[in-house]
């Protein structure tokens, strides 16, 4: 966990934006987010950018979900479990696996992470929202 200085008093998802997996999970947040608490930008956003750099993280390295809630970055799968968290439904149920030691939980997340683009591909540019849902991506 780091601070984040960006947008600190929002819920931001930063996500890979070329990435089908990461996209379909953009999607799959919104649909189970009824009460439409996050945003969302890419990593290679200026936004998503920002980020990385004011936090020391790669900015290169477009292999982690991001989350920035109250003003602290939460990475890979310590970042997806607190999304869970805040779904509707028996989402928040996830949850529970933050009790597995980080180690274990995020040796997953990085083996799909570097197969990600081989199993579900990538775009050639990031994924546009629709314009109902603009007003939830950052720039």
Same mark, same amino acid.
């Given at each position: 966990?780091?601070?984040?200085?960006?947008?600190?008093?929002?819920?931001?998802?930063?996500?890979?934006?070329?990435?089908?997996?990461?996209?379909?999970?953009?999607?799959?947040?919104?649909?189970?987010?009824?009460?439409?608490?996050?945003?969302?930008?890419?990593?290679? =956003?200026?936004?998503?950018?920002? %980020?990385?750099?004011?936090? #020391?993280?790669?900015?290169?390295? *477009?292999?982690? !979900? &991001?989350? $920035?809630?109250?003003?602290?970055?939460?990475?890979? =799968?310590?970042?997806?479990?607190? %999304?869970?968290?805040?779904? #509707?439904?028996?989402?928040?149920? *996830?949850?529970? !696996? &933050?009790? $597995?030691?980080?180690?274990?939980?995020?040796?997953?997340?990085?083996?799909?992470?570097?197969?990600?683009?081989?199993?579900?591909?990538?775009?050639?540019?990031?994924?546009?929202?629709?314009?109902?849902?603009?007003?939830?991506?950052?720039?």
């Amino acid at each position: 966990m780091q601070t984040a200085t960006s947008n600190n008093k929002q819920l931001v998802i930063i996500f890979d934006g070329v990435c089908n997996l990461c996209s379909g999970a953009v999607q799959f947040i919104i649909k189970h987010d009824t009460k439409e608490q996050f945003q969302f930008a890419s990593l290679q =956003s200026a936004f998503g950018q920002k %980020v990385l750099t004011e936090n #020391n993280l790669s900015a290169t390295d *477009l292999s982690s !979900f &991001i989350l $920035v809630e109250d003003g602290r970055i939460y990475t890979k =799968s310590t970042g997806a479990l607190r %999304v869970a968290k805040r779904l #509707n439904a028996a989402w928040p149920l *996830l949850y529970g !696996f &933050i009790i $597995v030691p980080p180690f274990l939980r995020n040796g997953i997340y990085n083996w799909v992470a570097k197969n990600r683009y081989k199993w579900f591909g990538k775009q050639e540019s990031c994924w546009l929202p629709t314009p109902a849902l603009k007003s939830r991506f950052i720039n």
